[in-house]
């Protein structure tokens, strides 16, 4: 596995510092937004390998996140992960270029592969 640079993006702070000590356990060099808007911002000014976002936030959700990265054509592949997990939701960011959509609670290993194989 190479390492990677990867933004976490999730509005529930435990949340996003669960997934950020897994990555970076897992060797990755790891960036975190508690929002939308702030990952857009970020994502300017940074070359990211993985965005892994939370669904549903406040404002701009990360739905929002996934078509503003197609629409950019960044180079970065996002990563949905979600507690309110439908099958729309899923076929939309998968349209819009997510590498897949997980379910929280997600096993760390599941998460650490996909985030290797993005």
Same mark, same amino acid.
């Given at each position: 596995?190479?390492? *990677?640079?990867?933004?976490?993006? $999730?509005?529930?702070?435990?949340?996003?510092?669960?997934?950020? $000590?897994?990555?970076?356990?897992?060797?990755?060099?790891? &960036?975190?937004?508690?929002?939308?808007?702030?990952?857009?911002?970020?994502? *300017?000014? *940074?070359?990211?390998?993985?965005?892994?976002?939370?669904?549903?936030?406040? *404002?701009?959700?990360?739905?929002?996140?996934?078509?503003?990265? &197609?629409?950019?054509?960044?180079?970065?592949?996002?990563?949905?992960?979600?507690?309110?997990?439908?099958?729309?939701?899923?076929?939309?960011?998968?349209?819009?270029?997510?590498?897949?959509?997980?379910?929280?609670?997600?096993?760390?290993?599941?998460? &650490?592969?996909?985030?290797? &194989?993005?």
């Amino acid at each position: 596995m190479q390492p *990677g640079t990867i933004l976490v993006v $999730d509005d529930h702070m435990p949340s996003r510092q669960a997934i950020a $000590d897994i990555l970076r356990q897992a060797g990755h060099r790891v &960036e975190t937004c508690s929002s939308a808007a702030e990952a857009i911002h970020v994502l *300017g000014r *940074g070359d990211f390998d993985v965005v892994v976002t939370d669904l549903n936030m406040p *404002g701009m959700s990360g739905l929002d996140l996934v078509r503003h990265i &197609e629409k950019q054509q960044l180079r970065t592949r996002p990563i949905m992960v979600t507690a309110y997990a439908t099958v729309a939701s899923a076929v939309e960011a998968i349209r819009h270029g997510a590498f897949d959509y997980i379910e929280k609670p997600f096993d760390a290993n599941q998460l &650490e592969r996909l985030v290797s &194989e993005a």
